[in-house]
Nanobody, 117 residues
């Protein structure tokens, strides 16, 4: 059974930082594309950042230069370091995993990030 457990969300002032964690079980993050999505109230879920098994990263234009996605293979965990946070970053952040050569994709339960002005 695959589980993705997110943590690290919370309330922070504009300009602050948070680090989100996504601890995986049932899959191996080193052979998966790991991604972070977010969904603000009334908005569609959007891709924020992703990292492939080869380490190729993607960032949405809105977070380039501020957010960094990474993974720790030994801990089987993916991370999203978020710096210079803005009120527009307020959303529920979801971890997503797509194992290589699999048709399946998995989601975490989400963690709330709130940035106050």
């Amino acid at each position: 059974q695959v589980q993705l457990a997110e943590s690290g969300g919370g309330l922070v002032q504009a300009g602050g930082s948070l680090r989100l964690s996504c601890a995986a079980s049932g899959i191996i993050v080193s052979i998966a594309t790991m991604a972070w999505y977010r969904q603000a109230p009334g908005e569609q879920r959007e891709l924020v950042a992703s990292i492939t098994s080869r380490g190729i990263t993607y960032y949405a234009d809105s977070v380039k230069g501020r957010f960094t996605i990474s993974r720790d293979n030994a801990k089987n965990t993916a991370y999203l370091q978020m710096n210079s946070l803005k009120p527009d970053d307020t959303a529920i952040y979801y971890c997503n995993a797509h194992p290589n050569l699999s048709r399946n994709t998995y989601w975490g339960q989400g963690t709330q990030v709130t940035v106050s002005s």
